[in-house]
């Protein structure tokens, strides 16, 4: 499996196991994955299923140091104490004393607050404090924008070693992307298969048919040759396997621009800057 490293020195496995909405069968789900080889997974305090997670790991016997886990602070913690309280419990339901990633999942956006600058500021400065105490690896965000991110570099004193963002064919934000290149934040990808839409969409099927494979292998292949970690998720074992056990190809550079301007089939309609949650 290739690594990033990330701006800390933290190596991250390119391909994650994402698990937003695996709910059902979920230590089932990622018994199969990391028997499949998946050693980076993704999950979330709001995604309910930390828990089972942590099961499912203990009881695969795979070593912790093997693993990279993400988790994410919720929108109710976003405050000095919140992020203490929950990275107590996503430690305690994971079954684990370190995480290799915390990331803020959403930030507060200037619809919903005054002063969303300085609840994230606030929210920030506890998660360097986790941080800097050891028992997160690195630290970083999820779907902020660029007057999120301006706002939060002006203030802290460590840079963001991630921004997870929706990022799939038709749906590429390219200037968080780029801002985020320029100032060595990683990119990692949710929803790199548009929840599914994009599989449907002809004119990827057209260009899948091309490179014979699938739609989905496609997507995860558009994320890696566009410099982003991706996360895809799935419940039926042949696809959890494919997803991470595919012969590398390149798509060209024609192709590669007809894929970042396909119409938005995927994207989820949440805009980090006017969402209300």
């Not at 995604?47 to 994410?72: M, P």
């Not at 040759?225 to 595919?246: A, M, T, W």
């Amino acid at each position: 499996m290739k690594k990033v490293i990330l701006n800390n020195g933290t190596e991250i496995p390119e391909i994650g196991f994402g698990t937003w909405q695996t709910t059902e069968s979920v230590q089932k789900t990622i018994k199969i994955a990391l028997e499949a080889g998946y050693t980076h997974i993704d999950t979330a305090d709001i995604y309910g299923n930390e828990e089972e997670i942590g099961e499912a790991i203990a009881e695969s016997g795979v070593d912790r140091k093997e693993l990279f886990l993400t988790t994410k602070v919720w929108n109710s913690n976003r405050s000095s104490e919140g992020v203490k309280q929950s990275l107590e419990q996503s430690l305690k339901k994971l079954k684990t004393d370190y995480l290799d990633l915390l990331l803020i999942h959403w930030p507060a956006n200037a619809k919903q607050f005054n002063n969303w600058k300085e609840i994230n500021a606030e929210t920030w400065k506890a998660m360097e404090e986790a941080y800097k105490s050891g028992v997160v690896k690195a630290i970083g965000v999820s779907n902020f924008m660029l007057p999120q991110l301006q706002a939060l570099l002006e203030t802290s004193d460590v840079i963001p070693a991630v921004n997870q963002i929706e990022f799939h064919p038709g749906h590429v934000q390219h200037e968080v992307v780029e801002f985020c290149k320029e100032e060595g934040i990683a990119i990692e990808a949710w929803s790199p298969l548009g929840s599914g839409r994009l599989l449907k969409d002809e004119e990827l099927n057209g260009i899948a048919e091309k490179y014979n494979v699938s739609p989905a292998i496609l997507c995860i292949q558009f994320a890696l040759q566009s410099g982003v970690i991706v996360l895809p998720k799935s419940e039926n074992p042949e696809n959890i396997k494919s997803n991470l056990h595919f012969e590398r190809f390149k798509i060209s550079d024609s192709d590669m621009k007809a894929l970042k301007n396909l119409k938005e089939t995927g994207f989820s309609g949440l805009n980090p800057e006017t969402v209300d949650f």
